[in-house]
Nanobody, 125 residues
Framework: QVHLVESGGGFVQAGGSLRLSCAASGRTFSDAVMGWFRQSQTKEREYVACISRGGSSTDYSDSVKRRFTISRDNAANMVYLEMNNLKPEDTAVYYC??????????????????WGQGTQVTVSS
């Protein structure tokens, strides 16, 4: 298990940008595949992005591809989600998650073992 704390959420107008951060503590961070998920008031929690242990592989949902960028700093035990050209439909609570399974990329939330408390992102039209 690893303890995760998200930050950086807020209120932004459509077309704007936000950068979410997730600080990790506990198990060796560089051993974890990290993901971002989100949940809006009208939808179940959905996958957003994932990054491999060393950061060389990334994956995105179709809805955020080419607008969001996931990155990590293993020396600082941090993972980030840079969000550009935000849309009202991006409004949600954003969660970071960690898994210590042996693969490279994981898109299913049930495969993640540790979750943060979430940070709210609100995009106005």
């Amino acid at each position: 298990q690893v303890h995760l704390v998200e930050s950086g959420g807020g209120f932004v107008q459509a077309g704007g940008s936000l950068r979410l951060s997730c600080a990790a503590s506990g198990r060796t961070f560089s051993d974890a595949v990290m993901g971002w998920f989100r949940q809006s008031q009208t939808k179940e929690r959905e996958y957003v992005a994932c990054i491999s242990r060393g950061g060389s592989s990334t994956d995105y949902s179709d809805s955020v591809k080419r607008r969001f960028t996931i990155s990590r700093d293993n020396a600082a035990n941090m993972v980030y989600l840079e969000m550009n050209n935000l849309k009202p439909e991006d409004t949600a609570v954003y969660y970071c998650a960690a898994t210590f399974r042996g693969g490279v990329i994981y898109t299913l939330e049930e495969l993640y073992e540790s979750w943060g408390q979430g940070t709210q992102v609100t995009v106005s039209s």
